[in-house]
C-alpha cells in the first residue's frame, strides 16, 4: 500500500526561508482566484492590476514605501515579541498609544521647536513600551493569558483614545473627533521632494537593521531566542525569564510605538478614528511571513503594502471589492503557518513492501 | 527440523534514507527460549522489534510463527499472531481501574460478559504465571513494577506467546525485578518465548538462555548463556574495546562540599523533602538510589537551584547559600546535569554552540556590554566537542539532532568545563548505551579524582555500586541510611528502597 506520511526533518535547510513564504503567497493566489471569478472579473487583469499599479510609477512606488512604513515597525514587533513566545497581539494599541503622545508632544506650544521631533519619537515609543508592559507584568506575575490581554488593550485604548477625542481632546477649529493638528515644526523631514516619503521610513529600515543587530549579537538577543525556545531550559540555565519577557514587551511596544509616531509626524499630523487600518494586526501577518526574521520583515511589509495600495487601482478597474486585499492577507497568515510545518516535518511518499 | 521454531526471523532488512537499521537480520525463538537481545543505540534492536511487533514493515526478509509464514502490518496482527509487547514506556489509562484497562480492545462481546470473561482469565494468568493484580485498583495509584504487571498481564490476556520487553527492568526495584524474572521463567516453561532487551549486562545474564547481539544492523554474534561467558566478554562482543569498565581508586577525602542539615521542601502534589541530612566531601561520590517518586527530583531541585527549601540548613564549600537561584548555585562552583537532559539541560532548536555556553553567557568570557563574542564562542564550543569525542556535523548544527549519548556528552563537557567544586548529576546515563555510559562514568571519576564531589542520583543500582563511595537510599522525601559501599548490598539498598528498615 502507498501512502503519504510525515516525517520529522533532522534540519530546515536555508532556502526553505525563501520558498516557503513565496509558496504561501502563491498559493493564497489561486486560492483568492475564486473570489474573483465570483466577482465577474478576470483573474489574471485583477492580480496584474492588483499587483503591478503600485509599482508601475515612481510616484505609486514612492507611496508604497509610505504604506510599508508603520507596516515594518509592527512586523518588528511582533517578531521581537513572538521569538521570546510573548504573544503579543496588541501592536495596534500600542501603536495608537505611541500615536497619540506623539500628537499630544507635537502640538505642545511650550516646547522649543527643534525638540518636537525627537521628544516625539521618544515619547511615542515611550508610550508603546508603557502599553505593552502592563499585559507583560499581568503574565509574568500573575500568569495571566498574554494573548487574551494585550488583544483585548487594544480595544481599551481605541475607545478611550475615542472618547478622550468626542471630549476635551477634540479639535475645536474643525469640530470633528480628530485631535488638534501638531505643529509644523513637529513635521517630519520630508526626504524625497514632492512625495509623501518622511523621516519614519528611514527609522524603520533602521529598526529593521538593529532588531536584527538585537536577536543576532546581544546577551539579549540569546536570551529571547532561549527563553522563547525553551522555557524551563532558560530557567535551569539561571536567565531571569521574567525580566527577559519584560524587556521584551519594551522593545516590542517600542517599536509598534514607532509606527503610531510615523502615521502622525510624517502622514496625518494629528489622531483620529481611521489612523490606523488594522497596521498592528497586519504586523503579525507580516512576522510570520518573515518567519520571525527581522530583516525578512522589511520585503513581507513591502509585499503588504503592494497589496493594500494596489487594491483600489483593481477595484476601480476590474470591479472587485477592496477587500479582496483583506482575504488575501488573512489567508497568506493561514498557508504561512500551515507551510511552517513543513519546515519541521517533511512529506515523504511512502511504498511498503510487496515481497 | 522435525518441529518448527515458535518464531523465525529471516534475512530482515529495513532502511530509514541512508541508514541501514537491520541488515539481513535472522534471528529463532523457540518454545521455552527467554532470549537476551542485546546492543548499543541505534544497533537496531527497536526496529528488530516494531517489524516484529508490526509498527513498520520490512523492506525484506520473512517472519514465521510456529513454521506459518505471516505477514504483521499492524500491532493488532501481531496479537492476533500470538506476539505481545511491553513497550518502556506504558500505555495505560491512569484514571481507570486495572479491570478496565484490560478490557480496552476487547471486543465482540457484551460488558457483562466481558468483565467475567477477564476476570477469569486474570485468575488463570495469576495461577500460571504468579501475576498478581486487583481489578478494581486506580492505575494511577499503582506502582511502576505493578503498571508494568498489568502492561504484561494484558499482552497474555489477549494470548501472547512471544513476549517481547523493552528495557522492562529500568525503573524497578531488584525486589520487583526479581518478581518479574520469577513470572518471566514461569512463561518459559509453559511453552512461551520472552525476547528481553536490556542494557543491563547482569540481568542478561541472570535471565536469558540465549543472547544475540546486534552491531549496526546485523547480527555480530549469538552466544548460549550456559555459564561459559562472561559479562565482560558480552561488553566487549557488543562495543569492541571500548567498553572496559572504569577502574576506581581509593577515595581520598577532601573539604566538606554540600553539608545539608534537616532540609525540607514544599510543593503542591509533588512528594516533598522531610528533613534531609546530607554531607559530602571532596573526592568522594556520593549515590543517591531510590525508586522514581520519593524525593530525589526535588533533592536535585534544590541542588541545582530550582526550588528554594522551606527549612533547613544548606551549605556549600562550608558557606550557607545566598540565594536559590540557578545562578547562584553556579557561582558557587555547582555543575548540574538534570534529569531530562534536552527538556530542561538543552535547548532543542538551537546551535549546539548556544547551548554549550547557555547557563554562562552573561559572563565576560562569551559576551561583554551585553554582546556577545562569537567568536569565543564558537571556539569554546570546537574545544569541547573536540575534547569529548561529540560526534556533531559541526558547532552551528540544531542541538536536537545530536544522539542522546552525545547530548549527555555536550551536557557533561558544559558543566566539566568550569571544574566544578560539586556535580550534581541525575539520571546521567539513563538510555545510554555501554560505551557512552562508560564514558560519562569515566568522566565522574576522572572529577573524583581531582577532589570534586558528585552527587549522583541514579535508579541503576549496577551503576551507583560501580561508582558510589557511600549511597544513601530515600523512601518518601527522606534518607533512609546512608551505606558504606564497602558494606551496602543489593538485597539491603534494595529492602531501603521499599523502605523496610534503616535508620532513620
Keep these: 500500500m502507498n501512502g503519504i506520511r510525515l516525517e520529522l526533518r533532522t534540519h530546515a535547510p536555508w532556502w526553505l526561508n525563501l520558498v516557503l513564504p513565496l509558496a504561501a503567497i502563491g498559493l493564497t493566489l489561486v486560492l483568492c482566484s475564486g473570489l474573483i471569478v465570483l466577482a465577474g472579473a478576470n483573474v489574471f487583469t485583477a492580480y496584474t492590476k492588483l499587483f503591478l499599479s503600485s509599482l508601475s510609477t515612481p510616484f505609486n512606488l514612492v507611496e508604497t514605501v509610505v504604506k510599508a512604513t508603520p507596516l515594518v515597525f509592527t512586523g518588528l514587533a511582533v517578531t521581537v515579541a513572538f521569538r521570546a513566545q510573548f504573544w503579543n497581539i496588541g501592536a495596534e494599541g500600542q501603536l495608537l498609544a505611541g500615536a497619540m503622545a506623539a500628537a499630544f508632544i507635537g502640538a505642545r506650544e511650550a516646547l522649543p521647536a527643534w525638540s518636537l521631533v525627537p521628544l516625539m519619537i521618544l515619547g511615542g515609543a515611550l508610550a508603546g513600551s508603557i502599553w505593552a508592559l502592563l499585559p507583560a507584568v499581568l503574565k509574568t506575575r500573575y500568569k495571566v493569558d498574554d494573548v487574551v490581554t494585550t488583544l483585548l488593550l487594544n480595544f481599551v485604548l481605541y475607545y478611550g483614545m475615542m472618547a478622550l477625542l468626542d471630549g476635551p481632546w477634540k479639535d475645536p477649529l474643525s469640530g470633528y473627533p480628530d485631535s488638534p493638528d501638531i505643529r509644523t515644526a513637529a513635521e517630519f523631514p520630508i526626504l524625497l521632494r514632492a512625495t509623501r516619503l518622511h523621516l519614519g521610513a528611514l527609522l524603520a529600515a533602521a529598526a529593521a537593521v538593529a532588531v536584527w543587530l538585537m536577536m543576532r549579537h546581544t546577551t539579549l538577543g540569546f536570551e529571547i531566542s532561549a527563553v522563547g525556545e525553551n522555557l524551563k531550559a532558560s530557567r535551569y540555565a539561571g536567565i531571569n525569564i521574567g525580566a527577559v519577557i519584560l524587556l521584551t514587551a519594551t522593545t516590542s511596544g517600542a517599536l509598534a510605538g514607532l509606527a503610531g509616531v510615523g502615521e502622525v509626524g510624517g502622514i496625518h499630523f494629528q489622531v483620529m478614528s481611521g489612523l490606523s487600518p488594522g497596521y498592528g494586526y497586519t504586523g503579525i501577518v507580516i512576522a510570520m511571513l518573515a518567519r520571525l526574521n527581522p530583516i525578512g520583515v522589511v520585503p513581507a511589509a513591502i509585499f503588504f503594502a503592494v497589496i493594500i495600495t494596489g487594491a483600489e487601482a483593481m477595484s476601480r478597474a476590474t470591479g472587485v471589492p477592496v477587500f479582496l486585499a483583506d482575504v488575501i492577507q488573512g489567508m497568506s497568515l493561514i498557508t504561512m503557518l500551515a507551510a511552517l510545518m513543513l519546515t519541521q516535518y517533511r512529506i515523504r511518499v511512502n511504498r511498503t513492501d510487496h515481497e | ?504
Design chain 2, 1 to 504: 527440523m522435525e518441529n518448527p521454531s515458535l518464531l523465525e526471523m529471516r534475512g530482515i532488512s529495513k532502511r530509514f534514507g541512508n541508514v541501514r537499521a537491520n541488515d539481513g537480520v535472522d534471528l529463532t525463538l523457540d518454545d521455552g527460549d527467554i532470549l537476551g537481545l542485546l546492543g548499543e543505540n541505534g544497533a537496531g534492536k527497536t526496529t528488530l522489534m516494531n517489524i516484529l511487533f508490526g509498527v513498520y514493515t520490512p523492506d525484506s526478509g520473512r517472519i514465521a510463527i510456529a513454521g506459518r509464514p505471516v505477514h504483521i502490518r499492524s500491532s493488532s496482527d501481531a496479537l492476533a499472531h500470538g506476539v505481545g509487547m511491553v513497550h518502556q514506556h506504558f500505555h495505560l489509562v491512569a484514571r481507570h481501574t486495572v479491570l478496565e484497562n484490560l478490557m480496552v480492545g476487547q471486543s465482540g462481546r457484551g460488558i457483562r460478559l466481558d468483565r467475567n470473561f477477564i476476570l477469569q482469565r486474570m485468575r488463570e494468568i495469576e495461577q500460571r504465571f504468579g501475576l498478581h493484580l486487583v481489578p478494581s485498583a486506580r492505575v494511577g495509584d499503582l506502582t511502576i513494577g505493578e503498571q508494568q504487571r498489568l502492561e504484561i498481564v494484558k499482552a497474555l490476556i489477549r494470548g501472547a506467546r512471544i513476549l517481547i520487553l523493552d528495557e522492562p527492568t529500568a525503573a524497578l526495584t531488584p525486589q520487583e525485578t526479581e518478581g518479574l524474572f520469577t513470572a518471566l521463567r514461569a512463561m518459559a516453561s509453559q511453552n512461551m518465548g520472552v525476547i528481553f532487551i536490556s542494557h543491563k549486562l547482569n540481568e542478561v545474564m541472570t535471565i536469558t538462555h540465549r543472547v544475540v547481539i546486534l552491531q549496526q544492523g546485523k547480527v555480530a554474534a549469538e552466544v548460549l548463556n550456559d555459564g561459559s561467558i562472561s559479562q565482560q566478554r558480552l561488553a566487549e562482543l557488543m562495543c569492541g574495546q571500548e567498553c572496559s569498565p572504569p577502574s576506581k581508586s581509593s577515595a581520598r577525602l577532601g573539604a566538606v562540599r554540600l553539608r545539608m542539615e534537616n532540609l525540607q521542601t514544599q510543593g503542591g502534589a509533588r512528594p516533598s523533602l522531610k528533613g534531609v541530612c546530607l554531607k559530602i566531601r571532596g573526592g568522594e561520590i556520593l549515590g543517591i538510589a531510590g525508586v522514581s517518586g520519593n524525593g530525589q527530583s526535588e533533592l536535585a531541585d534544590v541542588i541545582a537551584g530550582m526550588l528554594p527549601p522551606a527549612g533547613g540548613i544548606l551549605e556549600i564549600n562550608g558557606k550557607p547559600v545566598p540565594r536559590f537561584t540557578p545562578r547562584c548555585m553556579q557561582a558557587l562552583g555547582v555543575g548540574r546535569i538534570p534529569e531530562d537532559r534536552m527538556g530542561t539541560g538543552l535547548i532543542s532548536a538551537l546551535p549546539l554552540s548556544s547551548c554549550m555556553v547557555l547557563p554562562r553567557i552573561q559572563e565576560h568570557h562569551f559576551s561583554r556590554y551585553g554582546f556577545l563574542k562569537h567568536a569565543a564562542i564558537r571556539r569554546f564550543a570546537d574545544q569541547q566537542i573536540e575534547s569529548f569525542g561529540i560526534k556533531a556535523a559541526g558547532n552551528q548544527v540544531r542541538t536536537g539532532t545530536l544522539s542522546g549519548g552525545n547530548l549527555q556528552k555536550a551536557l557533561l563537557a558544559r558543566e566539566l568545563a568550569w571544574n566544578p567544586t560539586l556535580l550534581l548529576a541525575a539520571q546521567p546515563t539513563r538510555g545510554l548505551d555501554v560505551a557512552a555510559a562508560r564514558f560519562v562514568h569515566q568522566r565522574f571519576l576522572d572529577l573524583r579524582d581531582r577532589d570534586g564531589a558528585i552527587v549522583l542520583i541514579s535508579e541503576d543500582l549496577e551503576e551507583l555500586f560501580a561508582l558510589s563511595d557511600r549511597i544513601a537510599v530515600m523512601y518518601e522525601g527522606r534518607i533512609m541510611d546512608i551505606l558504606d559501599i564497602q558494606t551496602a548490598t543489593v538485597a539491603n539498598v534494595g529492602l531501603l528502597m521499599a523502605g523496610v528498615g534503616g535508620a532513620a
